[in-house]
């Protein structure tokens, strides 16, 4: 089993920043990719981003290309989403969530565990 919690969501203005965290717990010796993931009232679970642990490979929603970062620390088992000017259309409920597959990418059947959940919205 892998415990996920994730920290760090919020009220924040348009073109403000956030920076979530997705610390691990548990079986972390079976992860190979992180991935946050949202969800926005009255829509689907979309992909956001992932990382896979080796070699460290980024992937990103086109949505996201250029304002979100995703990062991890080996040391703590834990994954950051550093999300800059945020916009009122990235309001969602976001999920952190590990994968056994280096290349689940945005492929949310390839993640076994997931987070509970971390609310972020965008004021405009």
């Known amino acids: 089993q892998v415990q996920l919690v994730e920290s760090g969501g919020g009220l924040v203005q348009a073109g403000g920043s956030l920076r979530l965290s997705c610390a691990a717990s548990?079986?972390?010796?079976?992860?190979?990719?992180m991935g946050w993931f949202r969800q926005a009232p009255g829509k689907e679970r979309e992909f956001v981003t992932a990382i896979n642990w080796n070699p460290g490979s980024t992937y990103y929603a086109d949505s996201v290309k250029g304002r979100f970062t995703i990062a991890r620390d080996n040391a703590k088992n834990t994954v950051y989403l550093q999300m800059n000017s945020l916009k009122p259309e990235d309001t969602a409920v976001y999920y952190c969530a590990s994968s056994p597959t280096a290349q689940a990418l945005g492929v949310a059947g390839l993640y076994n565990y997931w987070g509970q959940g971390t609310q972020v919205t965008v004021s405009s």
């Open positions: 548990g079986r972390t010796f079976s992860i190979r990719a």
